[in-house]
């Protein structure tokens, strides 16, 4: 009984925490579910600020890596919740880049990628309207979108 107070305990500190470091391991993260946040397949981060700007959307982008337990767990439970899929899939271009592969690697250089997730929110010039380091629960995801709207929108 102790042992589960201890891992009741322990979830949302590692929730909320995020990863940091560049611990690797040979687990790999699946791709979103189909039931998931829409997540736009591209190489390049421009051609997301083009399309963002031809449909008046901020970009959203979710730095992820395979050994991030935390990443893991916002693929399975946060980005399927149903209002932040139907939320996200109509207000944001949505992307996910591993930190750790291909251009993912330069692009975390650029956004100082320091810790898993780590969700930004962009204008259409590549700008940061909004970052966070760490999981948030769908409630809290949804709150963090709609400051990163209110904040594009006042500017």
């Given at each position: 009984m102790k042992n589960i107070a201890y891992i009741l305990l322990l979830l949302p500190a590692l929730l909320l925490l995020g990863c940091k470091g560049s611990k690797k391991t040979t687990s790999t993260s699946k791709p979103a579910a189909k039931n998931s946040v829409n997540f736009v397949d591209?190489?390049?981060?421009?051609?997301?600020?083009?399309?963002?700007d031809r449909k008046n959307k901020l970009v959203f982008v979710d730095f992820y890596?395979?050994?991030?337990?935390?990443?893991?767990?916002?693929?399975q439970d946060v980005f399927t919740d149903k209002k932040v899929k139907a939320f996200f899939d109509k207000n944001f271009i949505s992307y996910k880049v591993n930190a750790e592969k291909g251009n993912g690697v330069n692009?975390?250089?650029?956004?100082?990628?320091?810790?898993?997730?780590?969700?930004?929110?962009?204008n259409e010039k590549g700008q940061v309207i909004e970052k966070k380091e760490g999981a948030l629960y769908p409630t809290?995801?949804?709150?963090?979108?709609?400051?990163?709207?209110?904040?594009?929108?006042g500017s």
């Open positions: 591209s190489d390049t981060l421009s051609e997301l600020l083009d399309l963002a890596t395979d050994w991030c337990m935390p990443c893991k767990l916002m693929d692009l975390a250089t650029v956004f100082e990628v320091r810790a898993y997730p780590t969700l930004l929110f962009l809290g995801l949804l709150d963090f979108a709609q400051r990163a709207i209110d904040k594009h929108q």
